[in-house]
């Protein structure tokens, strides 16, 4: 049986829900499908140790904001995936959790998304699937002969799986410097870590609300054709939450340039030397989810649907929101994603019904 709805948003995460926010203040008809068994999207799945970028009351979605964590400036993955879970609540959001969708197909002047436990027939999609279930590894030589271990951000825990180990932390992004930087303050753990080009740390008082007004500047000056302020990446590549700068600060977040290959034991460098390695850790980023819109047709360069805001431009019936600056200014983070929320849902709300 297919069912009727004005919005089917898919992924009940910090976009999902947002979206939820705004559609419910338009009094629209919608189903929220996600593919998690449980509220709070990716930051279940974090590292024990990783905190956020701003403080609890920088870091809120639409309409609610985010508690203080007890004893903590910058609260950690597992009082955001409280706040998520109590925001869905509190707006009683219809979230099917366990519902993983397949397929967006047009269908007579209408989407039909189909998912494994039904399908529903609407007016406009939201694409909310973030990134965390795509993790992007470079082919680099070597990569399928190394004999130690090899993951990628989204399988790290914490240092206690790696102590007496050799590890390679690969990534000049946050996720890199905040990993390196976990492992190399254990004290048990021998790390190594690798950058393609030097890191930029940014200056020490950039947190994730700066880093949003600077965000949004851009955004603004370009939407105005005025010049590129070069936004966030003019001012550095990482945040300097306390853990990097504990380890900075103590000498032990040094980067090496980027091995030229894997070999069965561990890594060659530019000038020919070898040293060993246990393991590597790929902190090497992530490419949008967007399988479920293949059958639209709409995919562009780099894995991702041309867009103008939030919307496809292949398909106006479409928007996407939360994946990166591309959907919105810092609509990848709890503060940024809500007012790209609110904008496509404003252009949604102007579709024929």
């Not at 397949?102 to 039909?112: N, S």
């Not at 306390?242 to 070999?263: E, N, Y």
Request: some cysteine.
């Amino acid at each position: 049986m297919t069912q009727q709805t004005d919005v089917v948003v898919v992924g009940g995460g910090q976009a999902g829900l947002a979206a939820g926010y705004h559609l419910r203040r338009q009094g629209l008809d919608f189903v929220i499908l996600d593919a998690g068994a449980a509220p709070g999207g990716s930051w279940q799945h974090m590292w024990d140790s990783l905190h956020l970028f701003s403080p609890a009351e920088h870091s809120s979605l639409p309409g609610r904001l985010m508690p203080a964590q007890a004893g903590r400036t910058y609260p950690d993955a597992r009082h955001v995936v409280d706040y998520l879970t109590g925001y869905e609540k509190r707006y009683d959001l219809p979230v099917q959790h366990g519902t993983r969708v397949e397929a967006v197909r047009r269908d007579a002047g209408r989407l039909l998304v189909e998912a494994d436990s039904g399908t529903w027939r609407t007016r406009a999609v939201i694409g909310a699937t973030g990134t965390w279930s795509r993790p992007f590894l470079p082919a680099v030589p070597g990569r399928d002969v190394f004999a130690g271990r090899q993951l990628h951000t989204v399988g790290y825990r914490s240092p206690a799986e790696f102590a007496g180990r050799r590890v390679m932390v690969v990534g000049g992004g946050n996720s890199g410097a905040q990993i390196a930087a976990d492992l190399a303050l254990d004290g048990h753990v021998e790390v190594t870590w690798v950058t393609r080009r030097p890191p930029r740390l940014l200056p020490d008082d950039i947190d994730g609300r700066a880093l949003f007004d600077v965000a949004t500047a851009r955004r603004r000056a370009l939407d105005a054709g005025r010049n590129d302020t070069g936004g966030i990446a003019s001012l550095g590549d990482i945040v300097a939450v306390p853990p990097v700068r504990a380890a900075r600060d103590a000498g032990l977040l040094t980067a090496k340039p980027m091995f030229s290959q894997l070999t069965t034991e561990g890594v060659r460098w530019a000038d020919g030397s070898h040293s060993g390695a246990d393991a590597v850790i790929w902190c090497t980023g992530f490419r949008p989810a967007l399988a479920p819109f293949a059958p639209l047709g709409l995919r562009g360069p780099r894995g991702r649907i041309p867009n103008d805001g939030t919307r496809a431009l292949g398909e106006p019936r479409v928007h996407l929101l939360g994946y990166g600056d591309w959907t919105g200014p810092a609509s990848a983070t709890l503060i940024g994603v809500g007012r790209t929320a609110r904008e496509a849902v404003r252009e949604i709300t102007g579709l024929p019904a």
